[in-house]
């Protein structure tokens, strides 16, 4: 069974950093795309960033690019998310999720249950 | 950039049909998956690539997509199928997702 279990989401004030991470289980990390989604409780979904399989390419939405970084560590099957700079737009649960195949523009078939981020002072 | 249209909210009469429309662009040329999210849960994958359903996902849900119109049909919809419906594609380096349709169920 596919298991996503993010951490670290946390109460962080306007300009700090943290990083989230995602503990991936039940499949072949390395061989799959990892995208994080962003959710402003009682709004929509949004993209934040992808990971592709070795971590090498990545891409990240205009909101975050410059401030946020993916990684991942296949060795630990887990991904990651730095967030530097952050801002209270920022607030939000963050979900980790796997996308259906190797290709940048897969579906994403399992999702996290969601860390929330609060930018606040 | 690409931008993904959906209606805000959406009713449909127990057991009949729901058609949830995500307008943009030569959305056609695109590969379209649509997402249910029902209240207090994350999102669960309902269709991909237009009109695959994953695993597990009831043969009442289907999809096309041509032109400038991707659409999700639920039919004989029932009380489980209320939900928030997000529709989404690859532009070449980022997704986007639609604004997300919220559906009831009469």
């Known amino acids: 069974e596919v298991q996503l279990v993010e951490s670290g989401g946390v109460v962080v004030q306007p300009g700090g950093s943290l990083r989230l991470s995602c503990a991936a289980s039940?499949?072949?990390?390395?061989?799959?795309?990892m995208n994080w989604v962003r959710q402003v409780p009682g709004k929509g979904l949004e993209w934040v960033s992808l990971?592709?399989?070795?971590?090498?390419?990545?891409f990240y939405a205009d909101s975050v690019k410059g401030r946020f970084t993916v990684s991942r560590d296949n060795s630990k099957n887990s991904l990651y998310l730095q967030m530097n700079s952050l801002k209270p737009e920022d607030t939000a649960l963050y979900y980790c999720?796997?996308?259906?195949?190797?290709?940048?523009?897969?579906?994403?078939?399992?999702w996290g249950q969601g860390t929330l981020v609060t930018v606040s002072s | 950039s690409h931008e993904l249209t959906q209606a805000l909210s959406l009713s449909v009469v127990l057991g009949q049909t729901a058609n949830i429309t995500c307008g943009g662009d030569?959305?056609?040329?695109?590969?379209v998956h649509w997402y249910q999210q029902r209240p207090g849960q994350a999102p669960v994958l309902v269709i991909y690539r237009d009109s695959n359903r994953p695993s597990g996902i009831p043969e009442r849900f289907s999809g096309s997509n041509s032109g400038n119109t991707a659409t999700l049909t639920i039919s004989r919809a029932q009380g489980g199928d209320e939900a928030d419906y997000y529709c989404?594609?690859?532009?070449?380096?980022?997704?986007?997702f639609g604004g997300g349709t919220k559906l009831t169920v009469l």
């Open positions: 030569i959305i056609g040329n695109k590969n």
């Open positions: 999720v796997k996308a259906l195949g190797a290709g940048y523009g897969s579906a994403f078939d399992h």
């Open positions: 989404q594609v690859w532009d070449s380096s980022f997704w986007v």
């Open positions: 990971s592709g399989w070795d971590g090498d390419n990545t």
């Open positions: 039940g499949f072949t990390f390395e061989d799959y795309v």
